[in-house]
């Protein structure tokens, strides 16, 4: 016999509560015993259980990311503005309350301009860098840029003036 739409309630619309109905039907339609339909309903209500206890595990494992996450970013803030030689940042959100994806949604444009700012120090360092080495170079007599590093730390001692 086929198993039409209006007779599987799990191609319409199903709740706990329409679902144990059908279950009770066919169990008094199949002939179950009492006992035997109290095992089912245990074995079914531990099921819910364990499917229960793998989302939390889930979720609690989520939010452990999470604040890793948020103290990784904490950390990268505090390294980048040390390294930046900053004492503050406007940036920063003052606010250390609301959920964990809040306080992480706050820090990030905060983390993204400093990572500019690094960056365009570093440039602005190498930049600076390639000046000197093509002075030392001049002074050397040697326009050659590719011995340029070796030359330049010769360059910065004052006997070599």
Do not use: H
């Not at 109290?38 to 364990?50: G, H, R, S, W, Y």
């Not at 229960?52 to 904490?74: F, I, P, T």
């Not at 250390?96 to 990572?115: D, F, H, N, V």
């Not at 190498?126 to 050659?144: F, P």
Request: hydrophobic share 40%; charged share 30%; glycine share 6%.
């Amino acid at each position: 016999m086929a198993i039409t739409d209006a007779q599987n309630p799990l191609l319409g619309e199903a709740t706990c509560g329409t679902l144990l109905q059908k279950l009770q039907e066919i169990w008094d339609e199949v002939g179950e015993s009492d006992d035997d339909r109290d095992k089912m309903l245990i074995q079914i209500e531990q099921e819910c259980l364990d499917v229960y206890k793998k989302k939390v595990e889930q979720a609690a494992k989520s939010r452990v990311q999470l604040l890793e996450a948020l103290s990784d970013a904490k950390i990268e803030l505090a390294r980048l503005l040390s390294a930046l030689g900053e004492k503050s940042f406007a940036g920063i959100p003052e606010k250390t309350s609301g959920t964990i994806k809040e306080q992480l949604a706050a820090i990030a444009p905060a983390l993204e301009q400093l990572w500019e700012q690094k960056a365009e120090r570093v440039k602005e360092f190498s930049d600076v860098l390639s000046q000197i080495q093509k002075i030392c170079g001049e002074i050397a007599g040697n326009l050659n840029i590719s011995d340029a590093p070796a030359r330049v730390e010769g360059c910065t001692r004052s006997s070599n003036l």
